[in-house]
């Protein structure tokens, strides 16, 4: 659900802990703090990308290759990942089948982000994901290639700062 004045966890350039701050503060003073993106991969290495609810505050209606959220205050970042996939799509990951990645520093100007990588393997039907309707729109497989193709395109796609190491990583 979205919530911009639930508290999410702050930190400094370093990502070392602050305070708990309000979403909507932080996005709009460049606070930086801490998210997790969850990609959905396939044994194709297709990734289930999902586009975004019109009534998203950033990237509305575009194509987004992860679900994910801000890490709450006081909030573990795997547990934050886990929580986050199974709000947006009804996947219930275990903790030990989500594959870190890495952790991103992504700066968007004012959106200062730590962002937590992980990759969620799952060969199940479309058909069985309950997709929360103030988040997700529809879901869709496409090929990793295709998806990095479109990591300029701002007018469709929401940013992606991790697909290159994705591309490094799960390219044949």
């Given at each position: 659900?979205?919530?911009?004045q639930?508290?999410?966890?702050?930190?400094?350039?370093?990502?070392?802990?602050?305070?708990?701050?309000?979403?909507?503060?932080?996005?709009?003073e460049?606070?930086?703090?801490?998210?997790?993106?969850?990609?959905?991969?396939?044994?194709?290495?297709?990734?289930?990308?999902?586009?975004?609810?019109?009534?998203?505050?950033?990237?509305p209606?575009?194509?987004d290759?992860?679900?994910?959220g801000?890490?709450?205050?006081g909030q573990?970042?795997?547990?934050?990942?886990?929580q986050?996939?199974?709000?947006?799509?009804?996947?219930?990951?275990?903790?030990?089948?989500?594959?870190?990645?890495?952790?991103?520093?992504?700066?968007?100007?004012l959106?200062?982000?730590?962002?937590?990588v992980?990759v969620?393997?799952?060969?199940?039907?479309?058909?069985?994901?309950?997709?929360?309707?103030?988040?997700?729109?529809?879901?869709?497989?496409?090929?990793?290639?295709n998806?990095?193709?479109?990591?300029?395109?701002?007018?469709?796609?929401?940013?992606?700062?991790?697909i290159?190491?994705?591309?490094?990583?799960?390219?044949?």
């Open positions: 659900m979205i919530n911009n639930e508290l999410i966890f702050a930190v400094d350039e370093n990502n070392q802990p602050i305070e708990s701050v309000v979403r909507e503060k932080a996005h709009a460049g606070i930086w703090h801490r998210g997790t993106d969850i990609i959905v991969m396939n044994d194709k290495n297709e990734i289930l990308c999902n586009k975004r609810s019109m009534l998203k505050v950033h990237s209606g575009c194509w290759p992860a679900f994910g801000h890490c709450l205050a573990d970042i795997l547990e934050n990942a886990r986050e996939l199974f709000e947006e799509s009804g996947l219930n990951a275990k903790p030990e089948d989500l594959e870190f990645v890495e952790t991103i520093k992504w700066d968007n100007g959106n200062k982000e730590f962002r937590y992980y969620y393997r799952w060969e199940g039907d479309l058909k069985d994901l309950k997709l929360e309707k103030e988040e997700v729109d529809e879901v869709k497989w496409m090929d990793l290639k998806v990095a193709a479109n990591k300029n395109n701002k007018a469709e796609w929401s940013p992606m700062p991790y290159d190491l994705l591309i490094k990583r799960f390219s044949n």
